[in-house]
Structures are given as C-alpha cells and as structure tokens.
C-alpha cells in the first residue's frame, strides 16, 4: 500500500511539473504593438505546418516579466518567445528579436 501511495505522489508530480515544462516552449511571431509603459506587447504568432494554411491568427497581448526584454524590440519585428501562464495571464519569460 504504501509504494502504491508513493507512485501515485510520483504520477502526480510529474503531471503538475508537465505543463510548465510545456509551457516553456519556444514560438515565433511578429511584434504588431509594444506599450512600454505597461510592460505588455502584442504578438502574432507565425503558423507553421502546410504550405497551403492560409488562416491567420489574431494578435495576442501578453505581459514581459522583465521591462528591458521590450528594449531591443519594435513593431513589425520578427521574434521568438516562450511563456509561462500564472493565474489566466501569459507573460512572456524570453524574448529574442530575430536577424532579417
């Protein structure tokens, strides 16, 4: 009884701990606002798969953790970025202009 107990804590562990390492993954986009002031920025993420997909997804507003990742970046600039989702509000942890 008691290993089972043990498995089972395991087994949920590594549920709760697989979302976050889920979350972390890495995404491209392109900047369409920044504010600064607030420390939020607007992305649209870039659709990968069929050559053919046609649908585009609207532009999503997340927080920055930290006011300096907004430093290097402006609107129309191609980005890659992971986030981390705390109480329904995505926050961006890492974000990367990249080179044209």
Do not use: W, Y
Request: charged share 15%; glycine share 8%.
């Amino acid at each position: 009884m008691r290993a089972a107990k043990i498995i089972l804590a395991s087994a949920m562990a590594l549920g709760i701990c697989m979302p976050a390492a889920l979350a972390q993954q890495t995404v491209e986009g392109i900047v369409t606002k920044i504010n600064r002031l607030s420390g939020t920025i607007a992305i649209q993420q870039t659709q990968s798969g069929t050559v053919g997909a046609s649908t585009t997804a609207a532009a999503e507003e997340f927080k920055v953790q930290d006011s300096s990742l907004l430093e290097p970046v402006h609107a129309g600039d191609r980005v890659t970025f992971s986030t981390a989702e705390s109480g329904g509000v995505k926050t961006i942890t890492k974000l990367q202009r990249q080179k044209p």
